[in-house]
């Protein structure tokens, strides 16, 4: 079985709250408990940057979200947990990344038009206000995510538009450097809860309707009282489809409970006793971790290190990848290998990253081709030719053909290659052409 890599970051830029744990942090903490899989987690500190210019507020963030997702029972001696800004390698690849990803492309992303339309409709600048940070941030998200060449990245659906965009640049490098990165898909789980907020809408910062996922006992009490509910009297029947209580209770609750708590809603349970059921079965479930939490915003000492071994151990893949990478671009050591060779050969790609047809005479005095793939082997090895013309012909007609044309150009492939090999090479030399 191969390894499936997955990764995912959190923006530190907010306290975590109800809908971070039942939507992120809780299903995260179960995945990286499965076998075959090797899960990346990771502080998204500097996109933080781009959302506020509160130092104080970025620390604080941070420290928030480490240790919620230590006390909800992430174990960072079996998963890579780390900061984004303890990567250099991440701001490194990102620069790679903006020297082959299209404006075109970053200008069709949802978060910076968003802000383009709305100051169009209040008639503004269109960029007013627009950092290049906010434009640039879905080729930082990139790199994050293809440094470690990710599999799969769980998301909310709002970001599928930026694994798109890491595809794509991921896919560019790749066409102009070689083979170096996995393209990432994105997984939505739809069975994750999206909790509603005190509000009823979306429990969400920006709404400001969240309830902090640690907030102390007695206040997390008093911000379930506050829930909004409809006016029905006890013993009124309750309508469990709009309900916001009955939504979180069902987020936290096992199916027996939410089904009791149906029961009670159908006969008419009033609503402050629902909340206070609400609240005792959010606080079984928390307490725990929030002894844990507490520990560690206490212990900051403990999270930094902790943040910094996981580093380390990012960057035992990260800093070798990134040497190749440097490599790849032409970020070389000037003594190594063919530099005064690439000054004469010039050209849009360096051989080596693409196949290559060779025509040469042999002594026998006829002319022959061979093909070499990407990687230097072997495709095929030609039969002679009378005339240098023929040769040229028949090399002519598998780049147009693939290997549909070896049969009437009486050719065979090579020993170990086959059909496909062939294919793969022409359309490498055609997309080369364009
Ligand atoms: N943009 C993500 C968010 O706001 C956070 C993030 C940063 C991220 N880098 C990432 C998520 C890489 C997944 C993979 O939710």
């Known amino acids: 079985m191969t390894i499936q890599r997955v990764l995912t970051g959190i923006t530190t830029s907010g306290t975590p709250h109800l809908g971070n744990y039942v939507g992120a942090v809780r299903p995260a903490v179960q995945a990286s408990h499965r076998p075959g899989v090797q899960s990346f987690y990771f502080l998204a500190d500097y996109h933080a940057l ?38 250099p ?29 709305k100051n169009t409709a ?18 930082l998200m990139a790199a994050d995510i293809i440094l470690f060449n990710a599999h799969k990245v769980p998301v909310g659906r709002d970001q599928i538009q930026h694994i798109e965009m890491a595809r794509d640049m991921a896919a560019s490098f790749n066409h102009l450097y070689g083979e170096h990165f996995t393209l990432p898909e994105a997984i939505i789980d739809d069975n994750v809860a999206t909790l509603p907020g005190l509000d009823g809408r979306k429990m969400s910062k920006s709404y400001d309707n969240t309830i902090p996922l640690f907030a102390p006992r007695e206040e997390l009490k008093k911000l379930v009282m506050g829930l909004l509910t409809d006016s029905r009297a006890p013993g009124e029947p309750k309508d469990t489809e709009v309900s916001a209580l009955f939504q979180i209770y069902q987020a936290f609750a096992s199916p027996q409970e939410t089904e009791a708590m149906r029961q009670a809603y159908a006969s008419g349970i009033a609503w402050g006793e629902a909340k206070q059921m609400l609240f005792e079965r959010l606080d079984t479930e928390i307490a725990p971790m929030r002894a844990a939490y507490t520990h560690y915003m206490t212990h900051p000492e403990e999270v930094e290190a902790i ?5 380390e151990k990012a960057r035992a893949i990260a800093t070798p990848f990134t040497s190749r990478l440097r490599a790849a671009v032409g970020l070389r050591n000037l003594a190594d290998g063919s530099a005064a060779g690439s000054v004469v050969k010039s050209g849009k790609a360096t051989k080596s990253e693409l196949p290559s047809f060779k025509q040469y005479r042999e002594k026998d005095g006829l002319f022959y081709f061979k093909l070499l793939a990407a990687d230097g082997t072997l495709v095929l090895q030609s039969t002679g030719f009378d005339q240098p013309k023929a040769c040229g012909a028949a090399i002519g007609r598998l780049q147009a053909e693939g ?29 080369a052409k364009n």
């Open 50 to 87: 781009i959302k506020t210019g509160d130092p104080a507020r970025v620390q604080r963030s941070t420290l928030e979200i480490a240790a919620t997702w230590l006390a909800a029972g992430l174990d960072p001696d079996k998963v890579f947990f780390y900061r984004q800004s303890d990567i």
């Open 89 to 117: 390698e991440i701001p490194e690849l990102t620069w790679f990344l903006t020297c082959v990803c299209g404006k075109g492309l970053l200008n069709r992303a949802h978060a910076y038009k968003a802000s383009v339309d």
């Open 122 to 139: 209040a008639g503004a600048e269109p960029d007013d206000g627009v950092t290049a940070g906010l434009f640039m941030y879905p080729v």
């Open 307 to 311: 943040v910094k071994r996981g580093a």
């Open 403 to 431: 290997a549909a044309a070896l049969a009437p150009l009486g050719q065979t492939l090579a020993a170990g290659s086959t059909a496909d090999a062939l294919d793969t090479a022409m359309a490498a030399l055609r997309d």
